[in-house]
């Protein structure tokens, strides 16, 4: 059996425990999401006969991940200290997305992306833009999503939409941010059910 010399050990062992009592204990992050924001809805007469789709929105970084995001120059973004979404943000648009079409009476389903059901009709979001950005007048909230709309038997693109939404906040608090994160994430929803309504006027599902 080797045997190391007592002082070696004597050294190791106050090193271990000193490293234990140096490093500071790092405090959980705050967990945040999109508020309940109502949209104006319009009343359909009656919805559209189809199935959709919705796709988990593309995304590149930095807008694939958690971090909630503020821009202070066009090149350069930095994170929202000790804060995360509670979702990556496709997922959070996704879900916003998926509620805002349903609640608005205009299709006959709108499904989500792990359905597996069949649909007739695809959305296809594209991610492009999800943080804030501070500018001359303020900070603002930048929302902004790229669709197209996929009738899935013939694979061809119905219509396509470059929708964004930029809400002015009160500042870079938390709260103030959440609220114009969840305001421009309910309109730009709000938008796309109206969107993609028009879209599918007098199309024939099958």
């Known amino acids: 059996m080797m045997r190391f010399p007592k002082p070696l050990i004597t050294v190791g062992s106050v090193l271990l425990m ?5 490093l500071p204990e790092s405090k959980p992050p705050r967990i945040v999401g999109l508020g309940d924001i109502t949209p104006q809805q319009a009343a359909y007469q ?5 199935s959709m789709r919705v796709d988990l929105p593309l995304a590149s970084a930095p807008f694939d991940g958690t971090l909630v995001l503020i821009q202070p120059s066009n090149w350069e973004f930095q994170a929202l200290p000790g804060t995360r979404w ?16 349903r609640e608005s009476n205009g299709f006959d389903n709108v499904l989500a992306a792990n359905s597996a ?53 009160q500042g ?7 609220t114009a994160f969840s305001q421009g994430t309910t309109e730009v929803a709000a938008n796309t059910a109206q969107w993609a309504f028009d879209c599918l006027e ?5």
């Open 117 to 169: 059901a069949n649909a007739d009709i695809s959305l296809l979001p594209e991610l492009r833009g999800f943080h804030a950005r501070q500018t001359d007048q303020g900070t603002v909230v930048v929302v902004h999503v790229y669709y197209e709309l996929l009738q899935n038997q013939t694979r061809e693109t119905l219509c396509v939409l470059d929708e964004k939404q930029v809400v002015p906040a």
């Open 172 to 178: 870079t608090e938390v709260a103030s941010l959440m």
């Open 86 to 101: 509670r979702d990556t943000m496709p997922v959070l648009v996704h879900d916003q997305l998926v509620q805002s079409l």
């Open 46 to 50: 009656s919805p559209r006969p189809v």
């Open 202 to 206: 007098g199309v024939d599902a099958n």
């Open 18 to 22: 000193s490293a234990c009592t140096v």
